[in-house]
């Protein structure tokens, strides 16, 4: 009987996985494998990610036992628990899919050397993690990456991807012993969000279904309206990998402009991963110099982090990043802008606060978002300045999203909430604004 084992990572679903699917085509019997590695939990595992990454690995053994099959679970360092797989059943070969991070690259290349005395490849598969792979969309001029998004974005309509593929109909696991499917307490050693999302493949198909089914018409007039939660929630299940990139931009109509605006962000996702994979020094490293010297300021970078700015706008979003381990995409633009050019502080702080609340933050999107808005990344406009205040106009005009989350300004009606020091609130109930902007 031969055996291959297919490696979970950031892919944790049966649709559309090239890596089960070529280990299962190959081999007679396939090792579901995922390898809770102890170089990373407890103590390096955010919280909110601890949960929904526990129950995604849940449902992938729920979705692997109605094929046949069962996730293996193992826990101890990664190279290790995978040359006891191959030695305990003899598999030929290992699959996983390709990432762009540094560490995604030493794992890879630790594997490729444990493995490389014997008769066990390793195989990688691309376009897995991202709809398109990061190595073929670069531009004419030989650069390994686009730095600018329109010309990619361009690129990438127009690129033939691949076919999402189908799920296979059965599996045979191999005898070999599996740990217990780990909880959230055994992943990290904090507390999470009160709201924290949980997930997985299951759940992830669910509301990708809901999604496409209507609201998804709305998006490319509604996604900004922070009171209106008009977007997916998809990311956290994108993150993990629970659903397919190429499937979703596979199922979503680009001719109709609301998809066509969601197949945008999803195009922003996979142009940050090239951009990563290019420069892997850029997830803590500053893409090109930035616009303002930098200050240094503890007392503003606490405000900002417990939602006390005294900008609504910015401490209401500060507040539910906390609360549901979840941003919609304008809350983290308005307060990335706010940390990194208002107040002038090192964006890299605000991008470690974000890494640790967010569900879906991973180097790729969480860094390089926070360097457009920094302006050390890829914006064209470096020197823009978000005022928080015109964009609480535009888009909370009515106050209803500040209001959910400040009931200490819950009193203030309509817009007025945006400005509560023409209101004179005392300074005990909520606290002055850290500095000066216009339209104030």
């Known amino acids: 009987m031969t055996v291959s084992i297919a490696l979970f990572t950031r892919d944790l679903r049966i649709a559309d996985n090239p890596v ?12 579901p494998l995922f390898v ?13 990610r601890a949960v929904f990454l526990a129950t995604a690995l849940a449902e992938l053994d729920e979705r692997l036992r109605g094929i046949g099959g069962r996730l293996v679970v193992r826990r101890g360092e990664l190279t290790d628990e995978l040359a006891r797989i191959v030695a305990e059943t003899g598999a030929r070969a290992v699959h996983l899919a390709e990432d762009v991070s540094a560490y995604a690259t030493r794992r890879e290349q630790a594997l490729r050397d444990r493995l490389a005395g014997t008769d066990c490849v390793v195989r990688t598969h691309s376009a897995v993690v991202t709809a398109a792979d990061p190595a073929v969309l670069t531009p004419a001029t030989g650069r390994d990456h ?6 990619y974005f361009r690129r990438w309509v127009d690129a033939n991807q691949r076919h999402p593929l189908g799920t296979p109909r059965d599996l045979t696991v191999p005898e070999v012993t ?3 499917l780990p909880a959230p307490g055994d992943l990290s050693a904090g507390d999470p969000s009160p709201n924290c999302p949980r997930g997985g493949e299951i759940s992830g198909r669910v509301l990708l279904h809901k999604w496409l089914a209507g609201p998804i018409e709305d998006y490319a007039d509604r996604n900004d309206d922070l009171a209106a939660d008009a977007t997916s929630h998809l990311s956290p299940h994108l ?24 197949a945008r962000q999803l195009a922003w996702r996979d142009f940050h991963h090239q951009l990563l994979s290019a420069r892997p020094d850029t997830a803590w490293t500053s893409y090109r110099p930035g616009p303002f010297a930098v200050r240094t300021d503890p007392d503003a970078v606490a405000a900002w982090k417990e939602g006390r700015t005294g900008y609504p706008i910015i401490d209401a979003a500060m507040r539910q990043l906390v609360t549901d381990g979840w941003l919609p995409g304008r809350a983290r633009l308005i307060t990335a802008s706010f940390f990194a050019k208002s107040l002038r502080l090192d964006w890299r702080i605000g991008a470690a606060h974000f890494l640790h609340w967010l569900v879906d933050a ?29 964009q609480a106009d535009r888009y909370d005009p009515d106050g209803t999203y500040a209001r959910t989350w400040l009931p200490e300004l819950a009193h203030l009606h309509g817009p007025t909430i945006h400005r509560p020091w023409r209101a004179e609130i005392p300074h005990s109930v909520y606290p002055p604004p850290l500095l000066d902007v216009a339209g104030m």
């Open 178 to 180: 599996s740990d217990p």
């Open 362 to 390: 991973d180097l790729a999107n969480n860094q390089l978002n926070w360097q457009w808005a920094a302006g050390t990344g890829t914006d064209t406009r470096p020197n823009r300045v978000l005022n928080p205040l015109r």
């Open 146 to 151: 686009y730095a600018v998004f329109t010309p």
């Open 20 to 31: 089960l699917t070529a280990a299962h085509r190959e081999s007679d019997a396939v090792v």
């Open 239 to 262: 993150h993990f990998g629970c659903l397919s990139p190429v499937e979703i931009v596979h199922r979503t109509d680009l001719s109709d402009p609301g998809g066509h605006a969601f």
């Open 36 to 48: 809770v590695d102890d170089r990373i939990v407890p103590d390096r595992c955010p919280p909110n």
